[in-house]
Structures are given as structure tokens and as C-alpha cells.
């Protein structure tokens, strides 16, 4: 069992940047592979961004080269970078663990992007 609790969402202007963390306890944090995760309102949720256990990294075509997922084992925490935020970014930020078939979530944190 992994308990997820994501911090750093808000509101922020078009191009401005914001570091979401998503704090883990409960189990091996380095073993699994984390992701962020979000849903804009009346969209399905997407995949952001995820980071294997050895650091391999995937990102949405939507966020290249403006995101950036990192983890630190140590403290049982994964980041997200996020730079030259877009109004089309707007939504609810996931933050997931998985390992094989199990799977969390934490419970979001709302980022804004608007003048």
C-alpha cells in the first residue's frame, strides 16, 4: 500500500513556471514507477509524465521539452517541473505509484494557467 500526496498546484499566468511534488509513504518508494497524471474538466485523464525506477523518462508530446519529471528515492518524492505553462494545461494534477498490477493515486491538486 503507498499513500500519494501531491502539494505545489495554483494559479499562474501563461509562460510562468510551477513545481508540483508528490510525496510517497507506505511501501518501497524506489521500486516503482511514478507518473503524473491529469484531467481537464470534461476531458479524460491523461499521462503527463512517468519516471521508471531507473530514472527512464516518458513524456506526452504536449509537454516535451516544457516538463520535467525527476524523483528523489531518498526522499520518497517525485517532482514535476513545469515551464512555460499554457491556459490548455489547466487541470486537475494526478500524481501515480505503480508496480506490476497495483496502482495509486493521490487525491490532485488543481493547477490554473490564466491572465
Known amino acids: 500500500q503507498v499513500q500519494l500526496v501531491e502539494s505545489g498546484g495554483g494559479l499562474v499566468q501563461p509562460e510562468g513556471s510551477l513545481r508540483l511534488s508528490c510525496a510517497a509513504s507506505?511501501?518501497?518508494?524506489?521500486?516503482?514507477?511514478m507518473g503524473w497524471y491529469r484531467q481537464a474538466p470534461g476531458k479524460q485523464r491523461e499521462l503527463v509524465a512517468s519516471?521508471?525506477?531507473?530514472?527512464?523518462?516518458n513524456y506526452a508530446d504536449s509537454v516535451k521539452g516544457r516538463f520535467t519529471i525527476s524523483r528523489d528515492n531518498a526522499k520518497n518524492t517525485v517532482y514535476l517541473q513545469m515551464n512555460s505553462l499554457k491556459p490548455e494545461d489547466t487541470a486537475v494534477y494526478y500524481c501515480?505509484?505503480?508496480?506490476?498490477?497495483?496502482?495509486?493515486w493521490g487525491q490532485g491538486t488543481q493547477v490554473t494557467v490564466s491572465s
Open positions: 519516471i521508471t525506477r531507473s530514472g527512464s523518462t
Open positions: 507506505g511501501s518501497i518508494f524506489s521500486i516503482y514507477t
Open positions: 501515480n505509484a505503480k508496480y506490476y498490477i497495483n496502482a495509486y
